[in-house]
């Protein structure tokens, strides 16, 4: 469906309150302890649908301002007015426990495997910030992943363009999938005969036909978008984002609108949301799930029993990756979020920070349980 259309539509939402500050005191449950049940105020809202074009077969693509105040993946909401939001956190904290408070039994899975390290990006090992230009990460969290890369093959996994996410972590060890895993490198001189020591091979690139009308989509969208104050283009090579975090909320649906106007012309794209973010990329069946996958195989695990796939990630796309491990019944996800989240995740971590903690114990564990014997 190619038509822009606009739809106002009325609807039920919940307005939670904020937690109250309380210590923390269980060491199971990094989040407060339960309160008293403050319920839930309930009132009417109106949601404006915006329909930003979709792909044959795949239906409409609408965005909602909700949808776009939500940070991803979509924040939990209690589904009775008997659950209180601290409750709502504690039960989502036992299925989704700690990967801190959980490392022995994530160890303990990896006895007689080979653990596989795939790491999102941005809100993973770097901290969220209003500039995505400016999203380094940390010496300490760079020395962390060259040190896990040092025992488990690693692969970062993004949404970011391949060589922009590969100048921010500048390690030449790691596998990047770049563009939500539709742009795939290997690290250099180290994948057999298709790599030598300074000219990286691409291993990968399932959407290289949609390159021209990316970069039409991206001059297209920044030409639309230049006259709403804090919005901003980013060119990600096979897919394009346009970023409304320091756009005036008053001003989030106007945008998706314009987004929209140009999507009409090309029903061979598609919208995803990320953290404040519309992400619009070829309607190919492939994502950050896909690009695991591809990668396992290029590891020569393909149908391995002998593998434990962790994937830590913050985002929406990264649900895609916490999927597939649960349908192959292999490894596990890690949602990092300080709030519940509907996620396929096992474990979560709340930041990079504790993201950064979690590897240098896989490292020290690895060192002791090996004698300080690295991969080679
Ligand atoms: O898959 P990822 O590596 O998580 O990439 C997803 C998007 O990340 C970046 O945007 C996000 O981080 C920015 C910097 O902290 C922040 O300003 C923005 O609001 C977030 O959405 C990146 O700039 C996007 O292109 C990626 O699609």
């Not at 939990?76 to 299925?95: C, G, I, V």
């Not at 090992?125 to 990460?137: G, H, K, N, R, T």
């Not at 945008?255 to 953290?275: F, I, W």
């Not at 895609?320 to 490894?331: H, I, N, P, S, Y």
Request: aromatic share 8%; net charge neutral; proline share 7%.
């Amino acid at each position: 469906m190619t038509t822009q259309n606009v739809v106002v539509q009325e609807a039920v939402t919940m307005a939670v309150p904020p937690p109250a500050a309380v210590p923390n005191s269980s060491p199971m449950f990094p989040y407060p302890p339960p309160r008293a049940s403050p319920g839930y105020a309930r009132k009417k809202s109106f949601l404006k649908m915006v329909d930003i074009g979709g792909a044959p077969n795949s239906g409409r693509i609408f965005v909602s301002l909700e949808s776009m105040r939500a940070s991803s993946p979509t924040h939990l909401k209690a589904p009775t007015a008997l659950l209180t939001d601290d409750d709502d956190r504690l039960s989502w904290m036992r299925d989704h426990p700690s990967a801190l408070n959980m490392f022995e039994e994530i160890v303990g899975m990896s006895k007689g495997k080979q653990i596989a390290m795939f790491l999102d990006y941005d809100g993973t090992l770097s901290p969220i910030v209003d500039d995505p230009e400016v999203a380094f990460m940390s010496e300490a969290m760079r020395e962390a992943v060259r040190d896990v890369a040092q025992y488990f093959p690693t692969a970062i996994v993004s949404g970011r363009c391949k060589d922009k996410v590969f100048g921010f972590v500048q390690l030449a060890e790691l596998y990047y999938a770049g563009s939500h895993g539709m742009d795939i490198q290997g690290p250099e001189a180290s994948i057999g005969s298709k790599c030598t020591r300074g000219s990286k091979s691409v291993l990968f690139q399932p959407a290289s036909e949609f390159l021209l009308m990316i970069d039409e989509v991206y001059k297209a969208l920044v030409e639309k978008t230049k006259a709403i104050p804090g919005a901003k283009v980013e060119n990600n090579r096979f897919c394009v984002s346009v970023h409304f975090r320091c756009v005036d909320e008053k001003r989030w649906v106007g945008l998706a609108e314009q987004v929209g106007s140009v999507l009409k012309g090309y029903p061979k794209l598609r919208v995803t949301q990320g953290r404040k973010v519309l992400e619009i990329r070829p309607s190919i069946k492939w994502d950050k799930g896909k690009a695991l996958e591809f990668l396992l195989d290029s590891l020569g695990f393909a149908d391995s029993e002998d593998v434990l796939p962790v994937y830590i990630g913050d985002d929406r796309t990264d649900e895609d990756a916490f999927k597939v491990l649960r349908e192959r019944g292999q490894g596990f996800g890690i949602l990092v979020s300080k709030i519940p989240k509907d996620t396929s995740a096992s474990y979560s971590l709340r930041e990079p920070l504790e993201v950064m903690e979690f590897l240098k114990r896989l490292v020290d564990w690895k060192r002791v349980s090996t004698k300080g014997r690295a991969r080679v």
